[in-house]
């Protein structure tokens, strides 16, 4: 059955904060990304880690 537009029974995610639409990318070392999928909820997880650490920058500097 092929997917419709604008149906309105599909799973939306509710996010606290609209998504840039950019993306973050890095080169991790090898492992870390089988690793990183493995850890539920890590993009979010991953979205709240980068504010502390931005946050906690601009504090110090």
């Known amino acids: 059955m092929p997917f419709q537009k604008g149906n309105k029974l599909g ?3 509710q ?3 609209p998504l840039d639409k950019g993306v973050i990318a ?3 070392y ?3 990304k089988e690793k990183l999928k493995a850890i ?3 993009q ?3 979205r709240e ?3 502390q650490l931005t946050s906690s ?3 110090d500097g």
């Open 11 to 13: 799973a939306k995610k």
């Open 26 to 28: 890095f080169r991790g």
């Open 44 to 46: 979010e997880r991953l």
């Open 49 to 51: 880690f980068v504010d």
């Open 15 to 17: 996010l606290k904060k």
């Open 57 to 59: 920058l601009l504090k």
């Open 30 to 32: 090898e492992g870390q």
């Open 40 to 42: 539920p909820d890590w």
